[in-house]
């Protein structure tokens, strides 16, 4: 639980360090990096970086209606843990035929100082868990991780096994509007009939859904 | 037997999230094999477990309530006066057919502070509260987890299990030179307690250790779903 340690001291040092960023860059003089013109220096930038996430975080929390082009599906409970900006989410998917393959998940951020960025883990309702480190820029945050591969799945005859798995997720959640996630799933898939050779294939699709805030 | 309920696979893209694109996609990139089968635990390489059920079996165990016993070592070395005694609750709820496990966490020490009052690592717990949950991790045979503080920090990792006890490793920004954090929770058949044991090296000494004890509470089982139990 090492970052919790100094997180405190890091979010409580933003503000003065932050005041005095301009003075400290000058003193640090080659250790500050040139960005589009301006001296940034790299301590300060990363207090900025880590307070940006901090109030990006906190955006999460409160209760949402999940929706699919207008259509609602089901509901979302985010609470801050702590006085930090750590978020517990559970997702209830009540829509039927969304509860198969959705059904409840918990889903949790958090702040990653080692990294650092914006620590994200999702456990599926199959006990699944997906997740990692992700980046914000501007009002997103975007991950790049592969995702759980499941078992050969029938369907009729045909038999579709997926060999590999990999997604790519976006999460806007900008000031006072809802949240948008865009989640589009790459998988390597192996489909099989009886009587004929297994042919192999690229699927790609996008999940695309709104969390629209209750309260 | 472990089976995902998901059915991506075969799912039409008409009953997916609206709107659907479906398309041919570019070759997936290569993944990292990060296929550790081994984990080093104090010094000695050790087999991780490659069988999926008893991955499984071993998350079971976590589900219960407890209470918390053992120490903070503020230094990592051992010295009385270092030591702070921890107590505490936490709550364990099974999720999904594995079960995946979600914790909340209640854990309290006295406080301690430097000469000059200044916040010392570890000296302020932030396991009050603090959320942790495991799920299985089935491309890689582990169990990711994420623990989430009370001021908003988090660890998060792929571990792997070793014999019963989980174990995690990562590089850490705690302590300047070669900081590494090691985690592991212990979770025996007998369901008795699990043991949880962070420690934060530096240079490969010991430089600040929670040694957690989660007993059992008495009438609290594994048990996650009715007539089904785990051990």
Known sequence: MKAALIAPVVLLACAALLASGEVAAQARGGAAKKKEGVAVDPV???????????????????????????????????????????????????????????????????????????????????????????????????????????????SGPVIVTVLNCWQELQMHAPRGRNIRIRNRIHQYQMISVPGGRPSRANVSFTQEWQLERVR | MYRPTRRWAIVPAVLLANPVVLAAAEDPPAQADEQLDEVVVSGTRLKSERNPQKVIDWMARLVGS???????????????????????????????????VQCELRVRWPEARGSNGEP???????????????????????????????????????????????VSRKPCTDFPGDCQRLMRVTAAPDLRQVEMHIELQVDGVKAL???????????????????????
């Open chain 1, 44 to 154: 300060v930038g990363r207090i900025d970086a880590l307070a940006d996430m901090d109030t990006w975080l906190r955006r999460l929390a409160g209760r949402f209606r999940i929706t699919v082009i207008g259509q609602p599906i089901g509901e979302a409970d985010c609470v801050g843990i702590g006085t930090g900006s750590g978020v517990h989410c559970i997702y209830r998917f009540a829509r039927p035929g969304w509860e198969d393959r959705w059904g409840v998940q918990v889903r949790m951020f958090g702040l990653d100082l080692d990294a650092p960025g914006i620590n994200y883990l999702r456990l599926n309702g199959d006990s699944t868990a997906e997740g990692g480190v992700t980046k914000l820029r501007g009002d997103t945050i975007s991950f790049i991780g592969d995702c759980p591969v499941v078992q050969p799945e029938r």
């Open chain 2, 66 to 100: 407890f209470t918390f016993e053992g120490h903070v070592d503020l230094r990592g070395r051992g010295n009385a006066a270092d030591l702070r005694p921890v107590q505490g609750t936490a709550i364990c709820t099974g999720f999904g057919p594995a079960p995946a």
């Open chain 2, 120 to 166: 010392i690592p570890g000296g302020l717990s932030y396991f009050d509260p603090a959320v942790i949950v495991y799920g299985f991790e089935p491309n890689r045979i582990g169990i990711r987890y994420m623990l989430v503080g009370s001021k908003g920090v988090s660890t998060s990792d792929l571990a792997r299990l070793v014999g019963d006890t989980l």
């Open chain 2, 209 to 231: 250790e929670y040694a957690f004890v989660m007993v059992r509470v008495p009438g609290s089982p594994s048990v996650v779903h009715p007539g089904r139990s785990d051990e």
